[in-house]
Structure formats: structure tokens, C-alpha cells
């Protein structure tokens, strides 16, 4: 989503690295340029405004500092500016109620509130160890309960009945009493979408609210609406009490203008970014890593509880045991760590998390994940000998492989020598352990990360 934003950013930044002193003079051009990448990004002129403001006056002459250069200083300020734009750091959900802690969504329609209220729930459900319960109270779109049962049974939660016949009201207090009973800690309730201008679907919503006394009310805003999602927020938290937003769909073309107005605008924390259609595309919003990423430093943070969430660690315990035992790394294991990685939602949403890779440019295109597709097929096109001791492919088994895959000899080549890489790493892994060990050897397989030949050519 701050792909332009970042590369805009981290350029006009650049001009002011080298500078002796920061004057008001010499920032002046930077601030302008910081100001236009902001107003491209549709980011609010009030939000713009202060931003611009705060840099200034905290630039200028205030602080000198020993160990830092005038350049790394004013990025520290448009840094920290940045996250007190966001919220400064993560605001979780209140869950600190007794029985069913409530959370209601509400927001136009199409804004990803049923998808958002089954992301949510898994959420939950595998991150906080909760037992969830939703429940729709959308009953103006027919198929609108179906599509939140169907989504609650892919995530594994429990999905309470409602039918279009019934009013709202009834639906939700019905589905608290359940609840109750059934001792769950969350109740989840997605409503029906609705414009801030319908009066009547406006009082629905305050009524029902007031009816429920949810402990969270969500703002659920599609992230491509830009500076208007800081304005719907607006305009639904003055009816109701909203107690955080959402932010959907940023995994699109959106510019970032939403994310750096809400806050802003609304006094109300993002709590959440959507960042795909999937159930498990939803991630907490952490405006101090947001910040770092908008200005190339990266997200390793994000990066490495994803992969604690996602890496199967039964199998990554099992390949440590194999490799203590001073068997190799071989193919078989290489196959299955393309694949953990894979489920990590593929290099591309790795290398954004990366630091420096914003100001790459378009590597994503050259490490697509086209390139995990290729490495499978050739070690699929092994017999089991070949993968266990990769040392007996010899140039006839090269061509019949390759062959197999579909591929070119020199992509089995390339695999090959990507292999003996990973062994190099994995043997130095198993020996000393440690995630940050396995993360930079990760980047140790990228392009310009040393590897000869870089990756796969894009096809
Ligand atoms: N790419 C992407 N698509 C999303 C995201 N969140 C929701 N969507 C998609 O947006 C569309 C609308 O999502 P819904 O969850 O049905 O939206 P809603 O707010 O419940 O819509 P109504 O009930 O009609 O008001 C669906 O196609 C979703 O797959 C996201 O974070 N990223
Ligand atoms: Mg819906």
C-alpha cells in the first residue's frame, strides 16, 4: 500500500542526508517534497498540515545531537511524527469483560465487515485462545447470513442462526444469551452495510448498539477510499461510539491516505489492517513498524511473528533433530521449507516486510512466488534418490528432470546451487540456532543477498 509513499519519501530524504546543519533554509525543499508525497498518498490536508508543522518546528535548531547527523536526525523526527500520526503504538482489542465480550461492526457496504467479522474470529480463536461465537444481524441482504455461516465454518467458530424475518434487536440479544450459556468469551456481530446519510438505517444501528452495549464498536473502511475513509469514520463515530477501525483491503492499490488520516481525523485508533481475501489476512496495526516501513527501514517485527505463527514448528523441530544427528539438508527438506514459506503468504509479502526493499523498485516482480512453483516441480521431477543426495545428478538426469519440470537445465542448475546454499546455512543454523539466524539466511537467498546468479527470471 506505501510503496509510492515510501519511494517518495526516502528520496526527498535523501537530499538532506548530507547536510552539515539543519536550517530552515535547507529544509525547506525537503519539507515540500515530503508534503507533495503526502498529498499524492491522498492523505488529509488537516493531517498534512500538522504533520508538516510538527517536523518544521522540531527540525529547526532544536535538537543537536552527538552521535546522530543532521540527515539521520531529521528522519528520527519524520519518523516518530509519523507514528504519533498512526497512534504510536498498537491498540488492542478490550476484551476485558465479563461473559461475552461484545464487539459490533459497522460500515458502508462492501467495506469487508462479514469477511472482517470471520478474520476476526480466527483471530482470536488461534491468537488469544478465545472461544468465539458470530452472529449476523444483516437481514436485508438475502444472502448476506449465509455468507457469514460458510465463512464461520472455514475458521472453525461457531456460527449462531438468524434469519431475515427477525428484527436485529431480537437476533443479538438472542445470540448474548447463547453466548452466555454456552460460556464463550467473544461475540462477534456483523450488521448490514449502510450509508452515514440514511437516517433510518442510522438509528438501526445507534438503537442496537444501545440495546447491546457492545465493549468494542469497529468501524470496518475500505483502505482504497483513501482520505474518505477518515471521513465516513467521522461521520458514523459521531452517531456511535466507535471504538477503533478496521482498515480493509490495504493488500491493493491503495495510496496509504487512509491509514495516515483516521486516526487524525477521528481521534479513533486503527486497530486492524485487512490485508487480503483470505480468513488469515488480517494483521494488527502497529504505527511504529508502519512508520519504519513507509521509510525503507522495514518490518522484521511483523516478519518474524508471522513466521512464528505460521512455520510449522513440529517440522522445523523434526529437520533440527535430523540435522543434529549430522544427517544433510536435502532436497526433501529444501522442498518443504518452500513450502513453509509459501504458507507465509509467499516472498513477495516477505519482501515487503524487509528493510530497503521499497527503494528495490520492482524486485518483487523478479522473486515472485512463480519461483517457489519452479523449485517444487524440479524436485518433484526427482526420484527419491535423487533428492536424498542431490551429488548423483549428472548431466542425463539434469536433462530428464528438467525436462519433467517443464524447465530449462540451467533453472535445475540454479536450484542446485541454491540447495547447496541453504545446506551451508542450515548446518550453521542447526549448530548455533536462533530465528534471526534462519531470518538472514532467508535473505541470503534473495538477489543482491550474494546469491550467484540471483533468483529465477520471471516468466
Ligand atoms: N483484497 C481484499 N479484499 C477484501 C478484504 N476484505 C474484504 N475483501 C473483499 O471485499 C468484498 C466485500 O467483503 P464483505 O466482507 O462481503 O463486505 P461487507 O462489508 O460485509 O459487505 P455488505 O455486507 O454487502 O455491506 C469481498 O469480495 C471480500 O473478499 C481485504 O482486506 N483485502
Ligand atoms: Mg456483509
Redo the contacts with the bound molecule.
Keep these: 500500500m506505501f510503496d509510492n509513499l515510501s519511494n517518495r519519501l526516502t528520496s526527498s530524504l535523501d537530499h538532506i542526508r548530507g547536510r552539515a546543519k539543519l536550517t530552515e533554509d535547507n529544509i525547506k525543499d525537503v519539507l515540500r517534497e515530503v508534503r507533495m508525497a503526502l498529498l499524492e498518498a491522498d492523505v488529509a490536508l488537516p493531517v498534512v498540515k500538522d504533520f508538516i508543522a510538527a517536523v518544521k518546528e522540531r527540525a529547526i535548531g532544536t535538537e543537536v545531537s552527538k552521535s546522530l547527523s543532521p540527515g539521520q536526525v531529521f528522519l528520527k523526527i519524520v519518523k516518530q511524527e509519523l507514528e504519533n500520526v498512526m497512534g504510536k503504538a498498537n491498540d488492542e482489542l478490550n476484551l476485558r469483560v465479563a461473559g461475552p465480550a461484545v464487539i459490533l461492526?459497522a460500515?458502508?457496504?462492501?467495506?469487508?465487515?462479514?469477511?472482517?467479522?470471520?478474520?476476526l474470529a480466527k483471530y482470536l480463536k488461534e491468537r488469544e485462545k478465545k472461544s468465539v461465537s458470530v452472529v449476523s444481524a444483516?437481514v436485508y441482504?438475502p444472502a448476506?447470513i449465509k455468507?457469514?455461516e460458510t465463512?464461520a465454518g472455514e475458521v472453525g467458530v461457531d456460527f449462531i442462526p438468524s434469519d431475515l424475518s427477525q428484527k436485529p434487536i431480537d437476533i443479538v440479544n438472542g445470540a448474548i444469551d447463547y453466548a452466555k450459556k454456552a460460556h464463550r468469551d467473544v461475540l462477534i456481530v456483523?450488521?448490514?452495510?449502510?450509508l452515514s446519510i440514511d437516517e433510518d438505517m442510522m438509528a438501526e444501528i445507534k438503537a442496537l448498539h444501545a440495546a447491546v452495549n457492545p465493549i468494542e464498536t469497529l468501524f470496518?473502511v475500505?483502505?482504497m477510499t483513501g482520505q474518505d475513509a477518515a471521513n465516513t469514520a467521522k461521520a458514523f463515530g459521531d452517531v456511535l461510539p466507535l471504538t477503533g477501525v478496521i482498515l480493509?483491503?490495504?493488500?491493493?492499490d491503495a495510496r496509504g491516505g487512509a491509514a495516515l488520516s483516521v486516526r487524525h481525523i477521528t481521534g479513533k485508533p486503527i486497530k486492524f489492517?485487512?490485508?487480503?481475501?483470505k480468513t488469515d489476512?488480517?494483521e494488527p496495526f502497529h504505527p511504529d513498524r508502519l512508520a519504519s516501513r513507509i521509510l525503507g527501514m522495514g518490518d522484521m517485527l511483523s516478519l518474524i511473528e508471522e513466521a512464528e505463527q505460521k512455520i510449522d514448528k513440529e517440522k522445523a523441530e523434526k529437520l533440527a533433530v535430523k540435522l543434529k544427528k549430522g544427517k544433510g539438508f536435502d532436497l526433501e527438506d529444501f522442498k518443504e521449507q518452500l513450502q513453509q514459506m509459501k504458507s507465509m503468504g509467499g516472498m513477495s509479502s516477505m519482501l515487503d516486510k524487509l528493510p530497503g526493499m521499497g527503494q528495490l523498485g520492482n524486485i518483487q516482480d523478479k522473486v515472485n512466488d512463480k519461483m517457489f512453483v519452479q523449485m517444487e516441480s524440479l524436485i518433484n521431477s526427482m526420484t527419491p534418490a535423487e533428492r536424498h543426495n542431490p551429488d548423483v545428478i549428472n548431466g542425463s538426469r539434469k536433462k530428464r528432470i528438467s525436462a519433467g519440470a517443464g524447465l530449462q537445465i540451467q533453472d535445475l542448475n540454479r536450484l542446485l546451487k541454491q540447495h547447496k546454499q541453504m545446506q551451508k546455512m542450515m548446518k550453521k543454523f542447526s549448530s548455533k540456532g536462533g530465528m534471526q539466524k534462519m531470518m538472514r539466511g532467508l535473505g541470503g537467498m534473495m538477489p543482491g543477498g550474494g546469491l550467484p546468479g540471483g533468483g529465477f527470471p520471471k516468466r
Design positions: 461492526l460500515g458502508l457496504q462492501g467495506a469487508g465487515k462479514t469477511t472482517s467479522a470471520a478474520k444483516d441482504r448476506a455468507q457469514l465463512l456483523d450488521t448490514a452495510g449502510r470496518v475500505d483502505a480493509t483491503k490495504t493488500d491493493g489492517l485487512g490485508v487480503g481475501e489476512a488480517l
